[in-house]
């Protein structure tokens, strides 16, 4: 947050005030804000929620608390009530979830409260959201004054918080990593089996260096280390995943072995494995934090297979790990991955599917439910072909 960062503002009392707004999806301040407190009912906070009225709220945090609840229960009764005509397809069925999710968002986004430039809530039982605060948001800068944000947002700090506080276990490690604010956390853990069980190219014995590409958390990278790895060189284009991997590696003791580094896709040389994970869903991310899953027309997926060859050494493989559902949604078919790979001038080594563990992929009143069922996720080995 800067000086020239966006403000809101509202009148009170026919006063008229102002204050520093923050956003982490980079959403402008809200045109239209009244100010509430404890008298307002969740039907009327909900029903300004939808037509578009920010309320800022000005009375006890916990109570806010309460009434973002209540909202998000009437959100989410609409959502199930919302009838979808039978004959839709997949690709029609994906729009129409990802734009009730955009609305559902957007009104939750609704309820404000007020914090200071030291992280404080300057609110009645508002507990110490500092911590939360400076590991999403940096340490405070006292020189900028009262900020407004949303209580969803904030909340969903205090939530990524405790995550990057408790770890996320993984079995395959038999230990935790710790995902931070807006870094892909692999609490869906199956494709995290796929890399456990891949037999490793027989050309790692003599030259044990590994890529662990987009790395996020550095899950993969430890992985592999525990597979016997000597050495791995992990990227990542974002400055939260680099931290946060550099903060995984540390943890584990694994400096030495663990590089990680700052590239778009691959670091310089050749290794004898790389592995990568990228968004799954060609469409467009609506939040910074929706990036690690939503990759527009395919783009890093391409980057990776177009450049994977010349950074293998000879007899080396790329490790794909991608989930089909975006076949399913009608996003990409199969036979336009198989082109990419093949032009690439790659070649398929050998496929290890697995199946979502995940709830949602059993949730039958889930709009996508069809295409979630049948999703299955893929450890692609993949060649140069021809060699
Ligand atoms: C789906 S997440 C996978 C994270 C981790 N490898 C895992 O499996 O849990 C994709 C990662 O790719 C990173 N990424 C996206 N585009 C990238 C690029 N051009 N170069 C490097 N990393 C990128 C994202 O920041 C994100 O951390």
Known sequence: MTDDSPRITWLAAGQAFSANWRSATGAPPPGRVIVVDDTITADRAWHLACEGTAMLWHADFQNARQLLAAMTRRADRKLRKAKVAPQRTPQELFHLHRQSQAQRARALAMLLVPINADYRVPLHRAPDLSAACRAAWGLPDLSLGPSVVSLRELLGLVGAHEWRKNGVDIPALDATVHPHYGVFSPLRGEYLDLVEDAPLPPVLSTHSLAFDIGTGTAVLALLLVQRGVSHVIATDNDERALACARDNVARFGLAERIAVRAADLFPEGRAALIVCNPPW???????????????????????????????????????????????????????????????????????????????????????????????????????????
């Open 281 to 387: 869903v060609p469409a467009r991310a609506s939040t910074p934090i929706e990036r690690a899953v939503y990759d527009p027309e395919s783009q890093m997926l391409r980057a990776f297979l177009s450049g994977l060859a010349a950074h293998l050494l000879p007899g080396g493989e790329g490790w794909l790990i991608l989930s089909d559902l975006a076949e399913h949604l009608g996003l990409r078919t199969r036979a336009e991955l198989a082109a990419l790979i093949a032009d690439a001038g790659l070649t398929v080594l050998g496929r290890l599917d697995v199946r979502p563990r995940h709830g949602k992929a059993l949730d039958r009143s889930d709009s996508l439910y069809a295409a979630r069922s049948a999703e299955v996720t893929s450890l692609w080995r993949l060649g140069v072909a021809g060699s």
